[in-house]
């Protein structure tokens, strides 16, 4: 049976399915809109969301909750990333950054994992980067364009396929996390 | 009885207490931590947290959630205006306007009102007005300084007393309504 994933992200899906496929675990998308919670800290948001995703759904599943942190800005987008990204966009992210000369920026991914018997577990994903003087590429989502993982030569997020994406990400770290916790969980029987 | 305004913040609670005192009305300030839900919307935020508030003292109170909505950024800060405001400020809103005509804005309050036995009732105000050039004033909170509401002749809220600001402000319009409301539900019992 396949592991749900709570999202409406296509790209989303796309990134960890590629990543599940790897582990021999096929995942299913289900666009559930489940209550989310204000909160700075991801994992709060992601565990609260798991249990609500979880109750929807009358099954185990899994959601996941990213935000780009950028040190000058006081970490701000950070949990709200989705929302800025839907009003002030990569253009205003790199108003707010003229002048600033430290870029210095953290992707954070957390994956949270709930069955209907048992709490949320979850997995944290992190990379850091810096924040590009101008958006770069086509790919992905969201701030994709803008962030420049450290260690790939100055390329963004959005100049990357998805397989070369998923060495850097925040997300491909989160879900690794749950996939090979998932794993032993169920004794390797998924395993290739 | 006092009604319970939930809140941690002094400010709102000074702002509201000076209105109701008008209207024969205490207020108590309750610091209850509840929690508040993700959504575009305002009026979605407050009638949930209100119910949460309610839930967790056991009883009547309200709760009032507020945004400042800027036209040419698609409505940023909106519903995360608290959290915008404590990363990148007003400094960083100013430096969003830049080279921006269009300095519309709007400020909206929603005040939500709920008892054990019921559901939420909400009540709503909104002030139009402008993004300041530079930030003004030392009164208030968040982004008071840089918005001048119309008619105000170009002064901030935060140059304003709180019985001046309350004479434009979103938040006077919401809580009117509330208290409003509140006192025909009493039968005017409470009213001098």
Redo the contacts between chains.
Sequence with gaps: MALIFATGNRHKFKEASELASKYGLELEMRDVNY????A?ELEE?ARHGAEKACALLGRPCFVEDAGLFVRA????????SS??F???GNE?LL??M?GVSDRRAEFRSVVAYCEPSSGPMSFEGKVQGSVALEARGSRGFGFDPIFTPRGASGRTFAEMAIDEKNKFSHRAKSIEGLLKWYLRKSGGRLEK
């Excluded at 209550?35 to 204000?38: F, L, N, P, T």
């Excluded at 800005?73 to 949990?79: A, M, N, Q, Y």
Aim: glycine share 8%.
């Design positions: 209550e989310e919670i204000q700075d948001i800005l006081s970490d701000f987008p950070g949990p709200y929302y800025v839907r009003t002030i205003g108003k707010l003229v």
